[in-house]
C-alpha cells in the first residue's frame, strides 16, 4: 500500500507571519492524523518559518522551484543545498506555471529533477497536458515525453523519493477536476513510463498524485480510486479550514 501524500502548493501567496498563522490554525487539527502524509509548500521567504512553525510534527515542508546549479552567479535563483538548509525535505518541479510563465522546458525541469535528487530532497514533478492537447487526444503522449525526459539520467535507487503529480492544465485553478478515471489513467500511463526507466519494483512504490481543483467537495471521490495516491491543491490549500477538510477526506 503506499502511503497518500496531501501536498499544499501555496504558489505567490502568504507572507512568513501570514504563513505562522495558517500552521497555528492547522496543526492543532491534524497532530494526530497519521494515516497521510502531509507537505506544505510556501513560497521562498516563508519556508524557514514554516519549517520552524511545524517542528517535529511529522509535516514536510518544500519549495516551489530551485536551480540546479549549486552555487554561483545567478541572480534570483535557490538551489536544492540552500532549501534543505532552510528547513525543506521536498521540492516542486517543472509546475506548469513555471513551464507557461518562466520558460521551463522539459529539458531544465529534467535538470531541476536531478539537482534536487542529488541535494537531498525529494522532488514532486508535475506533470500534464493543456486542453487542446487532451482534445486531440495527445494525452498520453505527452505524459510520456514530459515524463521520459524529466527521467533521464535518474537513477532508479534515487527514483525512490521521487513523487510524481499529474496536473491537467485544463483543470488548475478553472473549478474543473478530472474525473477519478480520467485521472486514474493518466496515472496508468505515468506509472508505466516509470517501470520503463527504473523498473517495475519502483514504479509501483512511486506515489502519482493528481492536482487541479482538488477541494473539499470532490477529495473523497479522487483520493478512494486506487491509482490516485494524494493531491496537490492549490487555491483549497490557502484556508486551514478547507486544507484540514482535503487532508481528512
Ligand atoms: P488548484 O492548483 O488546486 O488551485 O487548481 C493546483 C496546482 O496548481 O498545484
Not at 538548509?85 to 522546458?105: D, K, M, N, P, W
Not at 514532486?124 to 515525453?145: N, S
Request: proline share 4%; hydrophobic share 40%.
Amino acid at each position: 500500500m503506499r502511503k497518500k501524500l496531501i501536498a499544499a502548493n501555496w504558489k505567490m501567496h502568504k507572507t512568513a507571519e501570514q504563513a505562522r498563522a495558517f500552521i497555528s490554525a492547522f496543526l492543532p487539527e491534524v497532530r494526530e492524523h497519521t494515516r497521510d502524509e502531509i507537505v506544505l509548500c510556501p513560497p521562498f521567504t516563508a519556508i524557514h518559518a514554516v519549517a520552524e512553525a511545524l517542528g517535529d510534527s511529522g509535516i514536510g515542508t518544500g519549495g516551489q522551484d530551485l536551480f540546479w546549479e549549486q552555487k554561483g552567479a545567478y541572480t534570483g535563483a535557490i538551489s536544492a543545498q540552500m532549501l534543505c538548509a532552510a528547513g525543506c525535505s521536498h521540492v516542486l518541479v517543472g509546475h506548469s506555471e513555471r513551464r507557461q510563465y518562466f520558460g521551463e522546458t522539459d529539458d531544465t525541469v529534467n535538470r531541476k529533477l536531478k539537482a534536487a535528487l542529488h541535494g537531498g530532497l525529494k522532488p514532486i514533478l508535475c506533470v500534464g497536458e493543456v486542453i487542446q492537447e487532451r482534445e486531440a487526444g495527445r494525452t498520453k503522449e505527452v505524459l510520456r515525453r514530459q515524463c521520459s525526459i524529466a527521467f533521464r539520467e535518474v537513477s532508479s535507487d534515487q527514483a525512490i523519493s521521487l513523487i510524481v503529480a499529474y496536473e491537467p492544465i485544463w483543470a488548475i485553478g478553472t473549478g474543473r477536476t478530472a474525473t477519478p478515471e480520467l485521472a486514474g489513467e493518466a496515472h496508468y500511463t505515468i506509472r508505466a513510463e516509470a517501470a520503463g526507466a527504473f523498473g517495475k519494483g519502483v514504479a509501483e512504490q512511486m506515489r502519482i498524485l493528481y492536482g487541479g481543483s482538488v477541494k473539499p467537495e470532490n477529495a473523497t471521490l479522487l483520493m478512494s480510486h486506487p491509482d490516485i495516491d494524494g493531491a496537490l491543491v492549490g487555491g483549497a490549500s490557502l484556508e486551514p479550514k478547507s486544507f484540514t477538510a482535503i487532508v481528512k477526506y
